[in-house]
């Protein structure tokens, strides 16, 4: 089997970075962003009501990287660091203050507004992720489709909402998508494909 397309890397470019930048300096705001994650998610569960939250993040980051290819380091960071402002006491100047703006920013297009009511909030979501940056999207994506791969943990009654929820967030991202997520879009759409199927 083929190793996917890695999106905005190529090795000469890496070679070049790894000959100036230190491993230190490469690596260490992607790995605080996962000790980050699993701190403010801590105590937290998924459906399951044992298995820990911060799994979630850790493969939504792994689904980003090795299902769908993308290197970018700040695209990573995003998908650990994505359900930090929504689902914990982090904030936005937290974000900002340990991993610059651009990632508060990027986390801040994946955080529902829960001061809104449901229904405002969740088109209030589409409408705000619909405009976000690819590299957002693409973190949009893989969150999707780990949800879909962990559908099975859902209750029965539940399943079908949330895969009407996941197929809207979808169908949202096809409408203004960058030529970059063309890959992640095949893999999240094949896999929604083959659950309904079942």
């Given at each position: 089997?083929?190793?996917?397309?890695?999106?905005?890397?190529?090795?000469s470019?890496?070679?070049?970075?790894?000959?100036?930048?230190?491993?230190?300096?490469t690596?260490?705001?992607?790995?605080?962003?996962?000790?980050?994650?699993?701190?403010?998610?801590m105590g937290?569960?998924?459906?399951?009501?044992?298995?820990?939250?911060?799994?979630?993040?850790?493969?939504v980051?792994?689904v980003?990287r090795?299902?769908?290819?993308?290197?970018?380091?700040?695209?990573?960071?995003?998908?650990?660091?994505?359900?930090?402002?929504?689902?914990?006491?982090?904030?936005?100047?937290?974000l900002?203050?340990?991993f610059?703006?651009?990632?508060?920013?990027?986390?801040?297009?994946?955080?529902?507004?829960?001061?809104?009511?449901?229904?405002?909030?969740?088109?209030?979501?589409?409408?705000?992720?619909?405009?976000?940056?690819?590299?957002?999207?693409?973190?949009?994506?893989?969150?999707?489709?780990d949800?879909?791969?962990?559908?099975?943990?859902?209750?029965?009654?539940?399943?079908?909402?949330?895969m009407?929820?996941?197929?809207?967030?979808?169908?949202?991202?096809?409408?203004?998508?960058?030529?970059?997520?063309?890959?992640?879009?095949?893999?999240v759409s094949?896999?929604l494909?083959?659950?309904?199927?079942?």
């Amino acid at each position: 089997m083929s190793r996917p397309h890695l999106i905005a890397d190529d090795a000469s470019s890496r070679y070049v970075h790894f000959m100036t930048e230190s491993l230190e300096s490469t690596y260490r705001k992607l790995l605080e962003a996962a000790a980050f994650a699993a701190r403010a998610h801590m105590g937290q569960f998924r459906k399951d009501k044992e298995t820990p939250y911060v799994s979630h993040v850790f493969r939504v980051c792994l689904v980003a990287r090795e299902i769908f290819g993308i290197s970018d380091q700040r695209v990573l960071m995003t998908a650990l660091l994505h359900d930090t402002v929504e689902d914990t006491t982090t904030d936005f100047d937290d974000l900002e203050e340990h991993f610059g703006r651009d990632i508060a920013e990027w986390v801040a297009f994946l955080s529902k507004d829960k001061r809104l009511q449901e229904q405002q909030r969740e088109q209030a979501y589409i409408d705000h992720l619909a405009q976000a940056p690819w590299q957002v999207q693409a973190c949009k994506l893989a969150d999707i489709f780990d949800n879909l791969m962990d559908l099975g943990q859902l209750p029965p009654e539940r399943r079908q909402h949330t895969m009407s929820r996941l197929e809207g967030y979808l169908n949202a991202l096809r409408k203004n998508s960058n030529e970059k997520l063309s890959h992640p879009l095949e893999l999240v759409s094949r896999l929604l494909a083959e659950i309904k199927s079942k």
